[in-house]
């Protein structure tokens, strides 16, 4: 009894009973119509006892398909939301009920039953129930609130098809049309929607169309998507994007969302090794410094997402630890988690914390990373935190006995021209010093660029400007960065954690450089504004600024690793540093200019006195 009721509801519980009694009615109307059209058309003469076989005949029919179009989950789905699957289901449960029906009335027999009734009620009635159907769907698509807006899908035929499959349903949005990057595709239809492309241009189909909206739906990375975010750009379109799977599967929508700076990036997902992560990470003990950054905090995240035994954050910032703890308890609640503040200069700290959670793998973020702040007043502070604070983090893995140690670097490490960059590269030199020292530890650094939207990075000041009415002040015309987004570094972080051997320094692919001044004309564009409105300013380079950016160094060459996305740099041996030396001679300097010339003399490649060309 409990199992009929589940299987009854399990099919009509969705939609009610008026689908299937209008099935009903429509099988009727077709088992009259095939007898009309078998003996009236075909002008046939109709057998005495035809009122008696339609009478007979027409309950059993009704009967026998609607019981087929319920065992086969016909009704599942509402009918204004029919697709192909339902459509599937629908010519399934057709051939089985013609089959079944013509089984019954050979048992029935019926005397004079006219045979061919068998084969032309299938068709009629199939076609009936599949119209009515689509008839559903398309009035469901035209009946459109009249708040919904209308866009432009960008894109070509390939790509917009999926876009359209998503907007589907959606009553907030509705496509207009359709734009094509391929010439060739200029002129096609799709699913009832003119694609348009060049020569005319978008801003034109745009205008055609009275559309304020595009919906991006090229592939990301792609020459197409970037071509296309360009022309947009300039048509002044609003530009919208289809969430990613784990923003939307939570919620169960894919309504389009803004397009965010991220999206302009256009760079595909990082795909990494899973099960080693897991392999690696699962039971054991995971510990990050500078926890409450936006690397350490985006490390964290994916930590958990790996399924870390036990997660140790440790920062100095006690509100930035503090908000950390807010969001991972919200997100993770099962996941045990500990929650530090320490500063990584105090060796007898980190020491006596290693010792107490016993980490099988370590993330070193903790760092000072801002240029101009570092340059002068604050050079000894860089110093002791990048230089001093690595080599006390790294003893202190090596002590309680970790498997591997990851000190997040930087591509200003290369060259430097600032004391953040070259504190950086000293404190890689350390790093190899230190993992020829304790060879039970694998310890490797990571260096990368800029990362969008990370504390202190341009994209937060950009934004606050916009908001402020601006202007927005870019140093340099000819400023370019490489950048990345926080969760495609914190991964490849992960991944070079999991790959690296002891002593190397992995460089991250990072794509194509940006200019800074392109980067704070899309902010602008993003926000709604022209840029008549938001005015952009050059300030001139500030102390130690580059105008271009390097990965690796002059003497360097580098080597594939097994992930397409990640480098191991070679550098030249330029010897081993004497660290306690090192250490003793850190923590007696004062001046600024005391610490450029240590940093002269133990990173040869430093120059503060100027900027190398592109």
Not at 282 to 300: D, K, M, N, Q
Not at 323 to 337: C, D, F, K, N, S
Request: hydrophobic share 50%.
């Amino acid at each position: 009894m409990k199992r009929s009721w589940r299987w009854k509801s399990a099919t009509t519980s969705r939609i009610g009973w008026m689908p299937p009694l209008q099935d009903a009615v429509a099988v009727a109307v077709c088992w009259l119509a095939a007898f009309v059209f078998r003996f009236s058309l075909l002008r046939n003469n109709a057998p005495p006892n035809i009122v008696h076989i339609v009478a007979a005949s027409l309950p059993l029919a009704v009967a026998v398909w609607i019981g087929c179009l319920l065992a086969f989950g016909a009704y599942r789905t509402p009918w204004r939301y029919a697709s192909l699957p339902d459509v599937r289901r629908l010519v399934t449960a057709a051939g089985v009920a013609s089959l079944a029906l013509a089984a019954s009335l050979l048992i029935v027999r019926l005397p004079s039953f006219p045979r061919s009734i068998v084969l032309i009620h299938p068709l009629l009635a199939g076609g009936a129930l599949l119209a009515m159907r689509l008839l559903a769907r398309a009035r469901a698509e035209r009946a459109l609130p009249g708040g919904s807006q209308p866009l432009l899908v960008l894109g070509s035929v390939d790509e917009a098809a999926g876009a359209l499959v998503a907007l589907k349903g959606n009553r907030q949005w509705r496509a207009r049309g359709v734009y094509s990057p391929l010439a060739e595709e200029a002129g096609r239809s799709l699913q009832g929607l003119d694609v348009l492309g060049a020569p005319q241009s978008l801003a034109d189909a745009a205008r055609e169309l009275r559309v304020q909206h595009a919906l991006v739906a090229a592939t990301a990375g792609s020459a197409r998507r970037r071509l296309l975010l360009e022309q947009a750009s300039g048509a002044q379109l609003a530009l919208l994007t289809l969430p990613r799977a784990e923003d939307w599967l939570p919620q169960g929508r894919s309504a389009p969302r803004s397009l965010e700076l991220d999206d302009l990036l256009g760079r595909e997902a990082v795909q990494l090794d899973a099960r080693g992560l897991s392999d690696l990470l699962a039971g054991g003990c995971a510990l990050v410094t500078g926890a409450g950054g936006s690397i350490g905090s985006e490390l964290c995240r994916q930590l958990a997402r790996f399924g870390v035994g036990h997660l140790v954050c440790v920062d100095s910032s006690e509100y930035a630890i503090y908000q950390l703890e807010q969001e991972l308890a919200g997100r993770h609640p099962g996941l045990p988690t500990t929650y530090l503040t320490a500063n990584v200069r105090e060796a007898a700290r980190l020491h006596e914390l290693f010792a107490a959670h016993r980490p099988r793998i370590v993330f070193h973020a903790a760092a000072y990373k801002h240029v101009p702040l570092m340059e002068r007043d604050n050079a000894v502070e860089a110093l002791r935190t990048n230089v001093l604070g690595t080599i006390h983090a790294a003893r202190a893995a090596a002590a309680c006995g970790a498997q591997r140690f990851v000190l997040i670097s930087t591509d200003k490490a290369v060259n430097p021209t600032n004391v953040m960059g070259a504190s950086k590269r000293l404190a890689e030199r350390a790093l190899q010093a230190l993992a020829r020292e304790h060879q039970g530890t694998r310890m490797v650094a990571v260096r990368f660029g800029n990362v969008l939207g990370s504390s202190g990075s341009v994209v937060p000041r950009f934004a606050a400007q916009i908001a402020a009415g601006g202007p927005v002040t870019v140093t340099h015309p000819d400023i370019v960065r490489y950048f990345m987004t926080i969760p495609e570094a914190a991964q490849l972080v992960l991944q070079a954690g999991l790959v690296g051997d002891s002593g190397q320094i992995y460089v991250l692919d990072m794509g194509e450089p940006v200019r800074i001044v392109d980067l704070a004309r899309l902010m602008v564009r993003l926000s709604g504004r022209r840029e008549d409105e938001v005015p952009i300013v050059f300030s001139g380079l500030r102390p130690g600024e580059k105008l271009y950016e390097e990965l690796l160094a002059d003497d360097e060459t580098t080597l594939p690793t097994p992930h397409p996305k990640l480098r191991v740099a070679r550098h030249a041996d330029d010897g081993l540093l004497a660290l306690d030396a090192l250490a003793a001679r850190i923590g007696a300097l004062r001046a600024p200019d005391a610490v450029r010339a240590l940093l002269a003399e133990q990173v040869p490649e430093y120059n503060s006195a100027g900027h190398p060309a592109p």
